[in-house]
């Protein structure tokens, strides 16, 4: 199992901003040829997807929802991806997860079976 861990979660008021960040600690070379995902899920709802990467960063997906106000990317040099998150709306409230993705792959993913490896989750609350 490689370990995968979010960082980055909090309260914020609406309209407000937060970065996530996840980081494939051990991951070394073997990172930037991951696809990654973030995915959220509200207090008693089902696990969505949200954005995805694939491995070089030169593709990306969004889903409807946060098209325009969040934005994925990553530095394969630190092992480590970003969700920047602006214009928050209490409908974002949820848990966030990063995913990797370790089967080689050059398209982007965007279900929970396309990953391998998951984190734990961080908090994100937006207050209106």
């Known amino acids: 199992q490689v370990p995968v861990v979010e960082s980055g979660g909090g309260l914020v008021q609406a309209g407000g901003s937060l970065r996530l960040s996840c980081t494939v600690p051990g991951s070394g070379r073997t990172f930037s040829s991951f696809a990654m995902g973030w995915f959220r899920q509200p207090a008693g709802k089902a696990r969505d997807f949200v954005a995805g990467i694939n491995w070089s960063g030169d593709r990306i997906s969004y889903a409807d929802s946060v098209k325009g106000r969040f934005s994925i990317s990553r530095d394969n040099a630190k092992n480590t991806m970003y969700l920047q998150m602006n214009s928050l709306k209490p409908e974002d409230t949820a848990v966030y997860y990063c995913?990797?993705?370790?089967?080689?792959?050059?398209?982007?993913?965007?279900?929970?079976?396309?990953?391998?490896?998951w984190g734990q989750g961080t908090q994100v609350t937006v207050s209106s």
């Open positions: 995913a990797a993705r370790e089967r080689w792959g050059r398209r982007l993913y965007s279900t929970p079976d396309d990953y391998d490896h």
